[in-house]
């Protein structure tokens, strides 16, 4: 089984993502995440990545495109996989549906998490994040209860460099020029549940639940 998170920044996909992997057993792929280790690293990849990331823009199709290659071939996801943050075009959409039946997978469904503009900008802004789990903090809607402190594994928390107000707003740019095309794409194949993502979080969490014991 594979799940497809989409939505704009902010929306709430990698909070979601930690409570749909944990109850439905499946793994969890976010390119984010891996760009963002890849930075860290100084790897090849992270020095051909950072500029866009920092400029808040798409990383180029074919680099992202083999990250998930590689990824989907991990033994934890013949169990079936969650996707969040790719794909982001609809070329990388086509990339999946071509890679998918090597794996014998396809994407069996589609969350599409809508929030206002304004409340993007402040989860954004307000979002501080677990510098060795990666966990997602917000300073207002969902601290941790020692302050910058994980509260699963005591790391430190950090606000992330995109975060910034000014890379926000680019972000959301991106997000409607390049990535609202895949709405249509993906209500063509009629696969797309369509979530509220303005609610709380254990709300919305109910609502994807809904969607995925529908299946
Ligand atoms: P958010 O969760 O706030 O939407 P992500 O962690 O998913 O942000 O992505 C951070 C940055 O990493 C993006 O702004 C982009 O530069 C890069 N990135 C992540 N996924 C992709 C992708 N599928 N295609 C291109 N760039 C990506
Ligand atoms: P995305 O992965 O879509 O960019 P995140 O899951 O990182 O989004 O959430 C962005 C910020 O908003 C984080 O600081 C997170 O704690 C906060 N957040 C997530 N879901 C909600 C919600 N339903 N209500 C209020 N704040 C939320
Ligand atoms: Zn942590």
């Known amino acids: 089984m ?6 704009p920044p902010g929306a709430g996909k ?16 976010s390119t984010g995440d891996i760009l963002r280790t890849a930075v860290k690293e100084d790897t090849p990849l992270g020095s051909k990545a950072r500029e866009y990331m920092d400029q808040g823009q798409l990383v180029p199709d074919h680099l ?14 013949s169990k079936g996989a969650l996707l969040d943050g790719f794909p982001r075009t609809v070329d990388q959409a086509i990339f999946l549906d071509q890679m998918l039946p090597d ?20 989860r954004l802004t307000g979002r501080r994040v677990c510098s060795d789990c990666g966990a997602n903090y917000h300073v207002k809607y969902n601290p941790p209860a020692v302050r910058n402190v994980c509260d699963q594994c005591g790391g430190d928390l950090y606000q992330r460099d995109d975060d910034s107000l000014e890379t926000v707003k680019e972000r959301l740019e991106v997000y409607k020029k390049q990535t609202e095309p895949l ?27 809904s969607a995925l014991n529908s299946l």
């Open 2 to 7: 594979l799940i497809v998170l989409l939505g």
């Open 14 to 29: 990698g909070t979601q993502a930690e409570r749909i992997v944990n109850d439905h057993n499946l793994a969890y792929i």
């Open 64 to 77: 992202v495109v083999e990250i998930v290659r590689e990824r989907l071939q991990e033994p934890d996801c």
């Open 103 to 122: 794996i014998s997978q396809k994407v069996d469904q589609v969350l599409l998490i809508n929030v206002d503009e304004e409340e993007l900008v402040e």
């Open 183 to 209: 709405v249509k794409f993906y209500q063509d194949k009629g696969i797309i549940s369509y979530i509220d993502g303005n609610k709380n979080i254990g709300e919305v969490f109910d609502q994807i639940n």
